[in-house]
C-alpha cells in the first residue's frame, strides 16, 4: 500500500509529500500480516482497539503506529525511515522481534503497560521513552547514537498539615540519588506543587543503565529540615506533612 499525494494540502515530511493515514481501525479487531506500507504520514493507526501487528514494513512514516486506549501486539515487523516508529497512550501491548531503523525516536509510551523484548534499534537517535508507564524492556539490541532508554514519572507534592489543610508558597527540593537538585520552587496557594516529570532510569549510548532512585525531598517544619525518600515507580502526589501543634 503505498500513500500518494500531489495536492497543495498534502501531509510533508522531509519535503516530501504523504498520504495521511495507512490502515486505520476504531473500536474493533483488526489482524495485519505481510503487508507494505509507504509513504503515509501515520501508518497503522489503532483507536480502542484490539490489534494484531506481523510481519509488515512501514517505511517513510512520521508516526509508523499509533495506539491509543488500544490492547495488542507488534511481532517481528521492519519499521523504517520514520520520525517517530511507535507512539502509545493509555495502551497495553506487546513489541517482540522486530526492527526499527533510522528513526528519531523508536518508541514513546505514555500511561501504558508495555513489554518491549528481542527488538532490534539501529540508525536512530532515541530508543525507548517511557513516561507514566510500566515497561518491561529486555533482551533488545540497541544502536542508538544517544538515548538506549529512558524511564520517567510524574511527581506532584501536596505540603499540608494533619488535617489536609494544604500550605501555599511553601519551599522545597528534589534531589536524586546522584544528589543533584532537580527541583526548587514553591507549591501553590492550595499546598501543591506542579508536577515535575523526573528521569529514573537512563541507559544512554554504550554507558551503563543509571538509576536515580530514591528521590529525596527536603522541606521545613517550624524551620527544620525534613527529608522524605521515596522510590519513583508510576505517577503520583507526594503528601508531606507539616505538624501544627507545636
Do not use: W
Amino acid at each position: 500500500i503505498e500513500g500518494t499525494c500531489d495536492h497543495n494540502n498534502c501531509d510533508i515530511i522531509y519535503l516530501k509529500k504523504v498520504s495521511k493515514s495507512g490502515i486505520f481501525s476504531e473500536e474493533g479487531y483488526i489482524e495485519i500480516t505481510n503487508n507494505t506500507l509507504l509513504n503515509f504520514y501515520e501508518g497503522f493507526g489503532m483507536l480502542r482497539n484490539e490489534f494484531y501487528i506481523q510481519e509488515s514494513s512501514i517505511d517513510f512514516s512520521a508516526l509508523a503506529i499509533n495506539l491509543s486506549d488500544s490492547n495488542g501486539e507488534i511481532i517481528d515487523n521492519l519499521v523504517s525511515n520514520t520520525t517517530l516508529s511507535i507512539e502509545a497512550f493509555k495502551s497495553n501491548f506487546e513489541v517482540k522481534l522486530n526492527n526499527f531503523n533510522d528513526f528519531e525516536k523508536a518508541i514513546h509510551v505514555f500511561n501504558s503497560t508495555s513489554i518491549i523484548d528481542g527488538n532490534d534499534f539501529t540508525e536512530g537517535d532515541f530508543c525507548i521513552d517511557s513516561i507514566d508507564s510500566d515497561t518491561t524492556v529486555q533482551n533488545n539490541e540497541f544502536g542508538c547514537r544517544e538515548t538506549d532508554y529512558l524511564v520517567r514519572y510524574n511527581l506532584r507534592l501536596n505540603i499540608a498539615d494533619e488535617e489536609g489543610s494544604g500550605f501555599g508558597e511553601h519551599k522545597f527540593e528534589i534531589i536524586n540519588s546522584f544528589g543533584n537538585k532537580i527541583i526548587d520552587s514553591q507549591t501553590n496557594e492550595e499546598g501543591f506543587s506542579n508536577y515535575y516529570l523526573i528521569d529514573i532510569i537512563k541507559k544512554e549510548a554504550d554507558l551503563s543503565e543509571i538509576n536515580y532512585n530514591p528521590v529525596k525531598i527536603i522541606y521545613y517544619n517550624n524551620n527544620i529540615e525534613v527529608e522524605k525518600y521515596v522510590n519513583l515507580s508510576y505517577n503520583q502526589t507526594i503528601l508531606a506533612l507539616l505538624d501544627t501543634t507545636s
